[in-house]
Nanobody, 123 residues
Framework: QVQLAESGGGLVQAGGSLRLSCAAS????????MGWFRQAPGKERNFVAV????????YYADSVKGRFTISRDNAKNTVYLQMNSLKPEDTAVYYC????????????????WGQGIQVTVSS
């Protein structure tokens, strides 16, 4: 089992920045690809970003490319999502997720999820 706990959410004005953190416990963190999804009210949960287990590669949704940066610190068992130039349409609950080695954007194939954290961007 892998336990995930997000932190760092909140309310920010458009154009501002936030950094989300996700602390992992339970298994060898460096064996897991780590990602972020988000879900706005009344909408599906969508992929935001992923970092491979080695940290060598990152991938982003087109909607956040150039504004968000995912990173990991394996010594701290933590993955981060730095969010800059935030827009009102970034408002959502953000979820941290983990999968052993290989990533997928198929939610049904991702076994480990955090509880989610609210990010609200005001215009």
């Amino acid at each position: 089992q892998v336990q995930l706990a997000e932190s760092g959410g909140g309310l920010v004005q458009a154009g501002g920045s936030l950094r989300l953190s996700c602390a992992a416990s339970g298994r060898t963190f460096s064996d897991y690809a780590m990602g972020w999804f988000r879900q706005a009210p009344g909408k599906e949960r969508n992929f935001v970003a992923v970092i491979t287990w080695s940290g060598a590669n990152t991938y982003y949704a087109d909607s956040v490319k150039g504004r968000f940066t995912i990173s990991r610190d394996n010594a701290k068992n933590t993955v981060y999502l730095q969010m800059n130039s935030l827009k009102p349409e970034d408002t959502a609950v953000y979820y941290c997720a983990a999968r052993y080695r290989l990533w997928t954007t198929n939610l049904n194939d991702i076994p480990y999820w955090g509880q989610g954290i609210q990010v609200t961007v005001s215009s």
